[in-house]
């Protein structure tokens, strides 16, 4: 499966942005979908994840009440609506696909990653 990341951008603190993950190649429906970031001279870290049915999510404590992800899986796109967003969200986010499991934060679990998206958010 092939990962399209997009939706990234510069905010305000308090701001939102809406970020999408599209897939193609492979029913996107056999795929748990996680969100991760990472920031300049940082690890990567896991933000939120979704089951392939879409019915489970699972968030980061520092995101958890202000992200939100969800899959459309007529369209094969899987988002993740960021809310009230702070200066130490900013961040390259990044989607991947698990065909495996869903909800894993380890980012080795996940074998097909998108391209990164940028997220700027000034104070």
């Known amino acids: 499966v092939q990962l399209q990341a997009s939706g990234g951008g510069s905010v305000q603190a308090g701001g939102s942005l809406r970020l999408s993950c599209a897939a193609s190649g492979r029913p996107f429906r056999k795929f748990a979908v996680g969100w991760f970031r990472q920031a300049p001279g940082k690890e990567r870290e896991f933000v939120a994840g979704?089951?392939?049915?879409?019915?489970?999510?699972i968030y980061a404590d520092s995101v958890k009440g202000r992200f939100t992800i969800f899959r459309d899986r007529t369209e094969s796109t899987v988002y993740l609506q960021m809310d009230n967003l702070k200066p130490e969200d900013t961040a390259v986010y990044y989607c991947?696909?698990?065909?495996?499991?869903?909800?894993?934060?380890?980012?080795?679990?996940?074998?097909?990653w998108g391209q990164g998206t940028q997220v700027t958010v000034s104070s």
């Open positions: 979704i089951s392939r049915s879409g019915d489970n999510a």
């Open positions: 991947a696909a698990d065909q495996m499991r869903w909800g894993s934060i380890s980012r080795t679990n996940y074998d097909w």
